[in-house]
């Protein structure tokens, strides 16, 4: 199992957002999408696409998704997947959710589960790091389109960079204003004080 998995015929930016228009439950385009959206052009090709959204919500985008074949990722990082079955609340350690139209279908689309305190979303690995889920938008979204802030999927992106991450960071850095990039730079102080990414986001 992995991003570039065969098996994936993963639906466009269009089909998500029919799929999931209406859903009563916040949601945002995620991955290396997310990043080409805020840049405003497709700057290499995407093998999945991934949509953030929140633990608390999974009842309603399950039930938006009533029939088709939703996977977990358990253990995390395994390369392992097993079915969901509609009872079963995920466990806090659960992130991953993997989904196709049936058990034949190639894989469209996934799910990745984020927490939240109060108000705030949480970073899943250092919940340190956290920011009132309003400002999970990025400038990209529209109206029916939610797409997450780019600082926000560098920052998940920074924790073991492939090649694709950081060509990612190479490009949308510089598109960072000021706001964005202090708010990337505090993170990775906070995670990774040494991170191979900080000099890009001093101020000047």
């Known amino acids: 199992m992995g991003q570039e998995s065969d098996g994936w015929e993963p639906l466009s930016v269009q089909d998500v957002t029919e799929l999931l228009d209406g859903v009563d439950a916040p949601w945002w385009i995620a991955g290396g999408w997310a990043l080409d959206l805020h840049l405003g052009r497709q700057t290499r090709p995407h093998h999945d696409i991934d949509v953030l959204v929140l633990r608390a919500d999974l009842p309603t985008l399950r039930e938006r998704l009533r029939g088709w074949d939703l996977q977990v990722a358990d253990p995390p990082g395994a390369g392992v997947l097993r079915p969901w079955p509609e009872s079963e609340v995920l466990a806090p350690s659960l992130h991953d959710i993997w989904c196709r139209r049936t058990p034949t279908s190639p894989w469209s689309l996934q799910l990745m589960v984020d927490d939240t305190d109060g108000p705030d979303w949480v970073y899943r690995r250092d919940h340190r790091i956290r920011r009132p889920v309003s400002e999970l938008y990025g400038p990209a979204s529209i109206p029916g389109r939610p797409v997450l802030a780019p600082e926000v ?40 004080p040494g991170h191979e990414w900080l000099p890009a986001l001093q101020p000047g």
């Open 153 to 192: 999927q560098l920052l998940g992106k920074s924790r073991t960079p492939r090649p694709k991450d950081v060509a990612d960071f190479q490009r949308v850095a510089g598109t960072l204003d000021e706001r964005q990039r202090a708010w990337l730079r505090e993170a990775l102080t906070t995670v990774a």
